[in-house]
């Protein structure tokens, strides 16, 4: 099956049967999202893989009690950096230079343009940005979930300040984006699983400059 065939078959699953995904598919899922490719290489943001069912408990009235959250075997959190600080800016180059064998001090010149441009911008603007990246990665897991035929539920519907504070991700340095929750659709009870997927025609969705 080809990367569209997986996008016609999948959809924004409403009911899940709260069968087990396999972990290895969940992994593939991860590493794709890993690989996403990012400004500058920074990868701004992390994955919370959550499948503890009391946790995912809390986290339903959190998502204004959407079923999936329970129903769904796994829940990725997508958490951008609240910020970007020099020294964030130096782990992951110095990093890079380790990993591609190259001196020490290889990217400062670059480091050092980005840093000046992140220095005159607020936290706002910085977690603005790294929000736009975790997206980046959050569509490759949709699309990785497909080719894997795991069902998945792309969700902004949640209180991000109080995710946060169950997740005591501000002492990470993060903030909640978006959740994708993985499982398996339950034919009987979904009333999406059989309509058909609705997109724009392309002649009104793609603007042509020949």
């Known amino acids: 099956m ?3 065939q997986d996008l016609q078959w999948r959809y924004a699953t409403k009911k899940m049967n709260g069968k087990v995904v396999a972990q290895e598919k969940v992994d593939y899922i991860i590493e794709a999202t890993r690989l996403a490719p990012t400004s500058s290489g920074l990868q701004p943001f992390k994955v919370i ?3 503890d069912p009391e946790l995912k408990a809390k ?10 959250i329970v129903d769904a075997s796994h829940l990725l959190v997508f958490a951008a950096n ?3 600080t020099e020294e964030y800016l130096n782990k992951v180059f110095a990093y890079s230079e380790r990993e591609r064998d190259l001196p020490e001090g290889y990217s400062n010149d670059y480091k050092n343009m980005l840093w000046s441009t992140y220095a ?3 936290p706002e603007q910085h977690f603005h940005h790294a929000a736009k990246q975790a997206y980046i990665g959050f569509g490759l897991a949709i699309a990785a979930a497909a080719e894997q035929r795991v069902d998945a539920t792309p969700m902004e519907g949640f209180n991000s300040q109080e995710l946060d504070e169950l997740l005591g991700l501000s002492k990470l340095g993060l903030k909640s984006v ?3 929750t ?9 009333w999406l699983v059989n309509m058909k997927k609705v997109r724009l025609p392309m002649d ?3 603007i042509n400059y020949n």
């Open 2 to 4: 080809g990367l569209l």
């Open 49 to 51: 893989q959550i499948t």
């Open 59 to 68: 986290i339903q009235p959190i998502a204004f009690g959407q079923s999936q």
């Open 82 to 84: 609240e910020e970007y």
């Open 120 to 122: 005159k911008q607020t």
């Open 178 to 180: 978006t959740i994708l």
């Open 182 to 190: 993985l499982g398996y659709r339950d034919e009987s009870s979904d």
């Open 204 to 206: 009104e969705f793609l």
